[in-house]
């Protein structure tokens, strides 16, 4: 694992510490956390000792979050939030794995204002609102449409606004106190938009 690290961190170089936060004018600040270095093992009982960001992860998400005064805070996640997402995952913060933490990570997300999660790393487009916090998250699906695939619309919840299983991806636009969630196909086309008011 030490050594698989190492050379990650050798071919992908990124800031010291491999969680960032980077802000863009007065409108936006991007929120990029470590999924993987920090995780609990998979296999232990979730409750509160279990975790997918670890102590220190979890104290900087929460400092950086509360100081910035963006209008609009964008989160990407390698993995859903707010999902949902297939039963057998146990990767993420939106299935019963690491429960206790996504509802932690929900209720502080949705607390911060302007903030709105993206989804990276699932194999279909949505757009999902939580029905307990009401936090909202993007996925931004496939690059393509030969990889999609591993959801059924028939498992559409009533709270995920959109959901296409195809490739393509996702544009979000800031301006001044409008931020606008484009889900694009693989040549352009938009083929869903939100747009968002603070």
């Known amino acids: 694992w030490e050594q698989g690290i190492q050379v990650w961190r050798e071919q992908i ?30 296999t232990m009982p979730d ?12 104290k900087w998400l929460e400092e950086t979050m509360k100081e910035s005064d963006a209008t609009f805070k964008l989160f990407v996640s390698a993995t859903p939030v707010v999902g949902p997402d297939r039963k057998n995952k146990k990767d993420n913060h939106a ?24 989804n990276g790393d699932r194999h ?13 998250e993007f996925g931004s699906g496939p690059a393509s449409d030969k990889h999609a695939g591993g959801w059924k619309k028939s498992s559409q919840p009533e709270w995920q606004k959109f959901l296409r299983i195809k ?5 979000v636009r800031v301006e001044g106190s409008k931020a606008r969630f484009r889900h694009h196909a693989v040549d ?11």
Do not use: M
């Not at 490739?167 to 544009?171: K, M, Q, V």
């Open 13 to 42: 170089p990124q800031s010291a510490k491999p969680y960032r936060t980077f802000r863009w004018g007065r409108n936006l600040q991007v929120w990029f956390p470590e999924g993987r270095e920090f995780r609990s093992p998979n």
């Open 47 to 58: 409750g509160p000792e279990k975790t997918i960001f670890g102590a220190e992860q979890w």
């Open 188 to 198: 352009g086309k938009v083929v869903n938009e939100v747009v968002l008011e603070r």
């Open 124 to 136: 279909w487009q949505y757009h999902s609102i939580d029905p307990v916090t009401g936090l909202q």
């Open 95 to 118: 299935n019963e794995g690491f429960a206790h933490e996504g509802k932690r990570l929900r209720a502080f997300l949705s607390a911060i204002p302007g903030c709105f999660v993206i």
């Open 167 to 171: 490739g393509g991806f996702l544009s």
